[in-house]
């Protein structure tokens, strides 16, 4: 069952275990001046990136969650007010890649969007991301590919 849990400070800490177990730091948070891998100093930015993204009322600029897996955090999902549209993010653990969670997600962040009543759903992805690729085309999004960037924009429908 995939299930999201609204990002708290619990679910924080459950967020940045999954990362540590399935995901590269580059992949879930920007980069930090520290040798490679999991260090006290990227576990620490990893908190204070979600932080000040989410959860503290004078900085936040995103709605996260995190993506449970039969109770077991996954991944995270995020969406991000840009003017009329929302912008999505989602990733995953490498276990949990490849499942067709990914999917499920994005339709979960879907009927959010609706719901708040953006008319665009946006998303970038990289070149190589063969299935977020087929993913957002699947959903019917126009793919726009500038070098390894890939953006994706599909309309909601009126308002």
Excluded: K, Y
């Excluded at 520290?34 to 204070?48: K, M, Q, S, V």
């Excluded at 709605?63 to 993010?89: H, K, Q, S």
């Amino acid at each position: 069952m995939i299930r999201l849990t609204p990002l708290d400070e619990t679910a924080l800490a459950r967020l940045l275990e999954a990362a540590v177990a399935g995901a590269d730091p580059l992949d879930v948070m920007p980069p930090v001046d520290d040798p490679p891998g999991w260090t006290p100093a990227r576990r620490a930015a990893f908190l204070a990136f979600h932080r000040a993204r989410s959860l503290a009322p004078a900085t936040a600029v995103e709605r996260t969650w995190v993506i449970d897996v039969d109770g077991v955090a996954a991944g995270a999902a995020r969406l991000e007010p840009r003017g009329d549209a929302v912008e999505a993010g989602i990733w995953l653990s490498r276990d949990a890649r490849g499942r067709g969670i990914g999917r499920q997600v994005t339709a979960l962040l879907l009927a959010e969007a609706r719901e708040s009543g953006a008319a665009r759903f946006v998303a970038s992805t990289t070149a190589g991301n063969h299935g977020a690729r087929a993913l957002l085309s699947g959903l019917g999004a126009d793919l726009v590919t500038e070098g390894d960037e890939v953006a994706a924009t599909l309309p909601l429908g009126p308002r």
